[in-house]
Every structure is written in C-alpha cells, then in structure tokens.
C-alpha cells in the first residue's frame, strides 16, 4: 500500500526540550512538506523540500528545523526555541510534475508541559 | 502573496439539503485547486482536485468549479448527510510560490 506515515500519532514532551516528528512516503514523490495546524485554524507551511538535501523555509519556520538526507523521509525537529509547539503537525508530499496533488499523513499531535 | 478565503466559517443544515462552500484567491497563477475533508483530529483527505485548465470536476454527490479568472471556487454537496459533517479546506498551488496555501476552513454540521 503507497502511502505516507507519520509517527508517533501522539506525543508528549517537557518544555524545553526538542523532539523529533517522523514522516515516511513510499509514493516515489520529489516534494515533502511539513505543516503546523492550530485549533480552529488553517495549515501553516513549516518547511518544504523540493529534492533530496535541499529544503526551504516555508511561513514559519523559527523554532523547527527538517533534514532531507532520503527521498522517503522528511523527518520535523521542534526545538526548544519554538514558543507555542503544542499543535497538530501534518506531512505531505507531492509529485513535482503532472498533477501537482498533494497527500497528506494522518498527523502527530504534540503536547509540550 | 497569495491569500485564500472560505466562506462560511461554519454551516449547520439538516440533512437533505443541497449546500455550497465558497473559496476565494488573490493570485490567479496556481497550477490547480484542491478541495480536502478533515475529520477531528485526522489528517486530509482530498476530495476534488480540478487543474487551472479545468472549470469543474465531479466525484458522486460532489462538485466542485473554478473560475480561475475572477479567483473562486465552489464546492457543491448534493443531499447532504450527517456522514458529510467535518472541516472543509480548499488550498491552491501556486506557479509562483511552489507551494500550497490553504483556506481556513468551513465547519460543517448536517443534523438528521
């Protein structure tokens, strides 16, 4: 089954420190994104990457850092300088030709005490 | 920048009724337009996808049209059902930004 996973589904960390947030596409897809998802609130682009050791900034990036060391992963670090990172975080990917559609992952919810 | 607006924030209809969610855009230069369901706390779900070159696409009690030109796009639910209750995203991808924006959202509620 082609698809994209991200683990864990939930997780709960201490304030101050970081925590990685994992995301898997066997879909053959170029792109991956991350996004940050608030209460009543659209998505909000963290990061993107394009290919493989590349990525970008997206809307707000301050306080998250990504690697794209595999085509199949796009692994999410929040780091302790992210003021608010309890939220619903949600991987995607997307075929850089053609469609341009892009899948989602079922999300992570972080919790930071 | 590109911007996009959803109109309403939220609908409750009961169930039968014929409705329609409403998406704006400020830049026109968008490869297509996507139309997701999210249910609580799940991920998206992608309903419709219509390309720049496409007016409408349809999927069983679904459609969904855009007019590039004026910057909008409709979702149409035909006989709508309880099992239609959930948050409704579009987004668009953008030429010019690489990258999906996304609408904030309308909370759908079909009472039976």
């Known amino acids: 089954d082609g698809g994209i996973t991200q683990s864990p589904k939930y997780l709960f960390r201490k304030e101050g420190q970081n925590v990685t947030l994992s995301c898997e596409q066997n879909?053959?897809?170029?792109?991956m994104y991350w996004y940050r998802q608030d209460p009543g609130q659209g998505l909000r682009l963290i990061y993107y990457s394009q290919i493989v050791n590349d990525f970008q900034k997206g809307d707000i990036a301050e306080g998250y850092s990504v690697s794209r060391e595999k085509k199949e992963s796009f692994p999410l670090t929040v780091t302790s300088a992210q003021k608010n990172p309890t939220a619903f975080y949600l991987c995607?990917?997307?075929?850089?030709?053609?469609?341009?559609?892009?899948?989602f992952g079922p999300g992570t919810r972080l919790t930071v005490t | 920048k590109q911007e996009v607006t959803q109109i309403p924030a939220a609908l409750s209809v009961p169930e039968g009724e014929n409705l329609v969610l409403n998406c704006s855009f400020t830049?026109?230069?968008?490869?297509?337009l996507q139309w997701f369901r999210q249910d609580p706390g799940k991920g998206l779900t992608s309903l419709l996808l219509i390309q720049s070159s496409q007016r409408e696409q349809t999927s069983g009690r679904l459609n969904a049209s855009l007019d590039k030109s004026s910057g909008r796009s409709t979702l149409y639910i035909a006989a709508s059902q309880p099992g239609d209750s959930a948050t409704y995203l579009c987004a668009v991808f953008g030429t010019s930004y690489g990258k999906l924006t996304f609408g904030q959202g309308t909370i759908l509620t079909v009472h039976p």
């Open positions: 995607a990917s997307l075929p850089t030709a053609n469609s341009y559609e892009q899948y």
């Open positions: 830049d026109s230069a968008i490869y297509n």
């Open positions: 879909l053959n897809h170029d792109a």
